[in-house]
């Protein structure tokens, strides 16, 4: 299964992000089998996730996943949208690898499922 999972990690949280991956690196040696991939997507700030995933993008995401792979006019008609703005957001999309394109010019998501792992802590 291929997944992506988007986090927000603020530049002090560099030693959450490196036991994640420690953790991985360990699972994966211990039962001597290969992890599935996992692309992490990180973003700073939630305003810096939400500049870049945006409710309409989010549902471009989801009826892609719904309808696999599609030329961006179709996926605008799916959505009853305009094709132009349909096609600014695939292109922001795959700037972050959330969207990419095949080999026939359709354009899908890469991953069987995306996850999104954010905390938000009170101050001390």
């Known amino acids: 299964m291929n997944r992506a999972v988007i986090q927000i990690r603020q530049d002090n949280d ?10 991985r ?7 001597g089998e ?11 700030s939630p305003a810096q996730l939400f500049s870049v995933i945006s409710p309409k993008r989010w549902e471009l995401i989801e009826q892609l996943q ?7 006019r179709g996926v605008a008609r799916a959505l009853d949208r305009d094709i132009k703005r349909v096609h600014d957001d695939v292109t922001a999309l795959m700037e972050w690898g959330l969207i990419e394109k095949n080999e026939d010019d359709k354009v899908f998501v890469p991953y069987d499922e995306i996850e999104a792992d954010f905390t938000l802590k009170a101050a001390a």
Do not use: R
């Not at 290969?34 to 700073?44: A, N």
């Open 66 to 72: 719904k309808i696999g792979p599609s030329s961006i």
């Open 34 to 44: 290969p992890q599935d991939p996992v692309t992490i997507l990180t973003f700073s």
């Open 25 to 31: 690196f360990v699972t994966a040696w211990k039962s």
């Open 14 to 23: 560099d030693l959450a992000v490196i036991a994640a991956m420690g953790e």
